[in-house]
């Protein structure tokens, strides 16, 4: 699900908080739930819903590059920043 970015001028029954949001009129939640990282996040491999992906050649994924599951989708992170470069996508798409 992608959200496209509202104008605030084009709110009409957004509650005045929810107006004001990116993306307009989603609450914090429910947008952070849909699109919880982006390019540029840094992630921390202590939580224990970001795990690093082992032998990714085994999967199709560059194995010179570093990934991480995190929640249910995978994505490439520079291994000295841990910055996330590259979204590559469900879980189950990639992984099985």
Same mark, same amino acid.
Request: glycine residues 12%; positive net charge.
């Given at each position: 699900?992608?959200?496209k +970015? +509202?104008?605030?001028?084009?709110? #009409?029954?957004c509650p005045p908080? &929810?107006? =004001?949001k990116s993306p307009a009129c989603v609450p914090p939640g429910l947008a952070k =739930? %849909?699109?919880p990282y982006v390019i540029g996040d840094r992630i921390d491999p202590g939580y224990s819903d970001v795990i690093r992906v082992r032998q990714p050649g085994l999967y199709g994924l560059d194995p010179r +590059?570093?990934?991480?599951r995190v929640d249910d989708r995978v994505v490439q992170v520079d291994s000295q920043t841990m910055k !996330? %470069? #590259? &979204? !590559?996508? +469900? %879980?189950a798409d990639v992984l099985n």
């Open positions: 699900m992608v959200f +970015a +509202a104008s605030h001028g084009n709110t #009409r029954g908080g &929810l107006a =004001k =739930k %849909v699109m +590059a570093v990934y991480y !996330i %470069v #590259r &979204l !590559i996508g +469900a %879980v």
